[in-house]
């Protein structure tokens, strides 16, 4: 028997949503389908589980002897290959794996990582399974888009907001980074009304470009490393590849919201002094570092993504 139950993340244990899902369990009024949107996907897996691991022993007097990752109870669909799909043929046989009895527990539990790329006939058959669930299963779909899915599969699942990404994990050169790049906003708020001084801030965009792609290279491999010791076991090439892409989009995200974050303390800074009229370069520079983000998340690359949003800020925060 295992000692305790799964713990929540540190990063939801005792948040509303997780009082709100321990008390309907405990009241045995858990809706059947959930889906669990948030930013990382770290702490959506996390939380998942967790959560799989309590529904998976109600009504039980001990623990099962299975953590939730290893437990024949607990099926769960991953995007496969560097596409980051999922296909109808995996949601098929998931289906098939839940109308069938449960093997130890008396319920079945489903886990959808990143549901929102399932394509069309995947989402659709996973529609039927939504409208009629097999008796004592719970399908739980984790997504970072929730609003990319079909609005008939957001109608009949229960939604959950969890909070958004950690920290960036710190590797060299990225506190560096985000102090050049406020130095550089600051340097564009005094003029550039000399060639020499337009010619430094261009060169400066491009010094910032070319040093991000080095730093997330770094970050990437540690963070890499760090996942693949806590993978579950089993899993398939093109899966491992798609959890790959998955760290790299997921770090990509972190690191222009932390962009984000030197931006408005800029912008603070700059209403500090009495400079009022900073407000729309900053919504103007938020928008079109979130265009930036979404189009990462459909697989630009980062570099154009950084360099669309430098060369906007340019224009942007530049005093004439």
């Known amino acids: 028997m295992r000692p305790a139950e799964v713990s929540w993340p540190p990063a939801l244990a005792g948040t509303p949503a997780v009082a709100v899902i321990e008390r309907a369990i405990g009241r045995g009024r858990l809706s059947h ?10 702490i959506l897996s996390a939380g998942a589980l967790a959560l799989a691991d309590r529904l998976l022993n109600r009504g039980s007097t001990g623990l099962s002897a299975f953590p939730p990752e290893r437990h024949p109870d607990c099926h769960q669909v991953r995007p496969a290959g560097k596409s980051r799909s999922i296909k109808v043929e995996q949601i098929r046989d998931l289906v098939a794996r839940l109308n069938v009895s449960a093997s ?20 659709n058959t996973l529609l039927k399974t939504l409208e009629e669930p097999p008796v004592n299963t719970s399908l739980l779909l984790l997504t970072a888009r929730p609003h990319s899915l079909l609005p008939t599969i957001r109608s009949r ?40 001084a337009a010619a430094e801030g261009i060169f400066s965009l ?10 997330l290279e770094r970050a990437s491999a540690a963070e890499g490393a760090r996942r693949r010791e806590s993978l579950p ?40 002094l009495g400079e009022s009229a900073v407000r ?11 265009r930036a983000g979404r189009l990462m998340r459909v697989n630009l690359n980062e ?17 004439r």
């Open 233 to 272: 076991e089993g899993l398939e090439d093109d899966e491992i590849a798609a959890i790959e892409t998955e760290i790299a989009v997921g770090l990509k995200m972190r690191m222009f919201a932390e962009i984000g974050g030197a931006t408005r303390a800029h912008s603070l800074e700059l209403l500090d």
């Open 104 to 123: 130890v527990s008396r319920y079945k539990v489903a886990i959808l990582h990143d549901a929102d790329r399932m394509n069309a006939a995947a989402a």
């Open 280 to 290: 729309r370069p900053f919504a103007a520079s938020t928008d079109i570092l979130e």
């Open 33 to 42: 389908s959930l889906l669990l949107a948030g930013d990382d996907p770290e």
């Open 206 to 215: 491009y010094g910032l470009l070319a040093r991000f792609g080095a730093i």
């Open 303 to 319: 570099s154009a993504a950084l360099e669309d949003f430098l060369l906007a800020s340019l224009r942007i925060w530049t005093r």
């Open 157 to 196: 699942v229960l939604h959950f907001r969890f909070p958004g990404m950690v920290s960036l994990l710190r590797v060299e050169g990225w506190e560096a980074w985000l102090a050049d790049y406020r130095s550089w906003l600051k340097r564009l708020g005094k003029g550039v009304g000399t060639d020499r």
